[in-house]
């Protein structure tokens, strides 16, 4: 298995462009969330899945929006990027269940010039 | 959800125990303790949980309080690998059957040579 994957590693954008961040994994995990992690800080939580076609918000949702077509993909998308959503972007997935443990990619590395 | 306070940063010798504390009052009695360790810039890596029980597995043990309101994680040989920034966190199922965490700002724990 391959695990939590993430694409692109690396990404520079201006203001007021978009993108998609990709997230897939392999592991048939029906929970999915999105991350991110600012200079000195831990974790806080974008938005999160909790199976196709469900998803709802975290701490701090405003300008990502996500979908969860499949079960092995949950795409996070910046609608109009800010110097502001620099920062590092992990996605995790896990099975359903609260005693479960979460996996986590590698990382997203995203400026915003 | 149960907030948790840890210290900012701690030292360790290496091959000797660290035992890294976490505070969380306001935990509720279905809530379980996680933690998590990330390195450098990766994602971060599953460790241990608990409910109320002590656990331990092949990296680490957790000693929850009989009260629930504390936890210590120890790493009982520690080496210069374990150098890594530790979260500590509660999480709980709710009523729709979704869980989330919520990541403090973690320990950093240095392990000395």
Same mark, same amino acid.
């Given at each position: 298995?391959?695990?939590?994957?993430?694409? %692109?590693?690396?990404?520079? +954008?201006?203001?007021?462009? #978009?993108?998609? +961040?990709?997230?897939?994994?392999?592991?048939?995990?029906?929970?999915?969330?999105?991350?991110?992690?600012? %200079?000195?800080?831990?974790?806080?939580?974008?938005?999160?899945?909790?199976?196709? &076609?469900?998803?709802?918000?975290?701490?701090? %949702?405003?300008?990502?929006?996500?979908?969860?077509?499949?079960?092995?993909?949950? =795409?996070?998308?910046? +609608?109009?990027?800010? =110097? #502001?959503?620099?920062?590092?972007?992990?996605?995790?997935?896990?099975?359903? &269940?609260?005693?479960?443990?979460?996996?986590?990619? %590698?990382?997203?590395?995203?400026?915003?010039? | 959800?149960?907030?948790?306070?840890?210290?900012?940063?701690?030292?360790?010798?290496?091959?000797?125990?660290?035992?890294?504390?976490?505070?969380?009052?306001?935990? !509720?009695?279905?809530?379980?303790? $996680?933690? $998590?360790?990330?390195?450098?810039?990766?994602?971060?890596?599953?460790?241990?949980?608990?409910?109320?029980?002590?656990?331990?597995?092949?990296?680490?043990?957790?000693?929850?309080?009989?009260?629930?309101?504390?936890?210590?994680?120890?790493?009982?040989?520690?080496?210069?690998?374990?150098?890594?920034?530790?979260?500590?966190?509660?999480?709980?199922? !709710?009523?729709?059957?979704? $869980?989330?965490?919520?990541?403090?700002?973690?320990?950093?724990?240095?392990?000395?040579?």
């Amino acid at each position: 298995n391959a695990g939590v994957t993430q694409t %692109p590693k690396f990404q520079v +954008l201006k203001t007021g462009q #978009s993108m998609t +961040l990709q997230c897939a994994q392999d592991m048939n995990h029906e929970y999915m969330s999105w991350y991110r992690q600012d %200079p000195g800080m831990g974790l806080r939580l974008i938005h999160y899945s909790v199976g196709a &076609g469900i998803t709802d918000q975290g701490e701090v %949702p405003n300008g990502y929006n996500v979908s969860r077509s499949t079960t092995e993909d949950f =795409p996070l998308r910046l +609608l109009s990027a800010a =110097p #502001s959503q620099t920062s590092v972007y992990f996605c995790a997935s896990s099975r359903q &269940g609260h005693y479960d443990t979460q996996y986590f990619g %590698p990382g997203t590395r995203l400026t915003v010039l | 959800d149960a907030k948790t306070t840890q210290p900012p940063s701690m030292d360790c010798a290496e091959g000797r125990a660290a035992n890294l504390p976490c505070n969380h009052s306001t935990i !509720s009695g279905n809530e379980y303790v $996680y933690w $998590y360790r990330q390195i450098h810039s990766q994602g971060p890596q599953y460790i241990i949980h608990g409910l109320k029980n002590n656990e331990t597995n092949e990296m680490a043990s957790l000693i929850i309080t009989e009260d629930r309101k504390s936890s210590t994680l120890i790493l009982p040989h520690a080496t210069l690998r374990d150098t890594a920034v530790y979260y500590c966190i509660v999480t709980r199922v !709710s009523t729709s059957g979704t $869980y989330k965490y919520i990541f403090g700002t973690g320990t950093r724990l240095k392990v000395l040579a």
